[in-house]
């Protein structure tokens, strides 16, 4: 796991798809609606393939949101760091 600040400067420079699509929707969303399906099949006693087609898209579009808001830290902390510098 990288530090925060290695993380943050990463996606900073990487940019916004970056962080929307492939740390948020995929590295968030994509386990988190895995997960999610197998405890709702589990719970609910439906089938696992069932459960993640009705939670994997709704998974997704929360780790964009996600990802989004973790570009949105990203860029106000690369702001507080070049203020600091100043």
């Not at 962080?19 to 197998?38: E, Q």
């Not at 009705?54 to 070049?82: C, D, M």
Request: proline residues 3%; contains cysteine.
């Amino acid at each position: 796991m990288k530090p925060t600040k290695e993380l943050l400067a990463e996606l900073e420079e990487k940019g916004f798809l970056f962080s929307v699509f492939y740390r948020g929707a995929l590295c968030w969303g994509l386990p988190f609606g895995l997960l999610s399906s197998l405890a709702i099949s589990f719970f609910a006693h439906t089938s696992y393939i069932a459960a993640m087609i009705q939670i994997l898209p709704i998974a997704l579009i929360f780790g964009a949101i996600f990802g989004w808001g973790l570009w949105g830290v990203a860029l106000l902390q690369g702001v507080k760091q070049r203020q600091d510098k100043d």
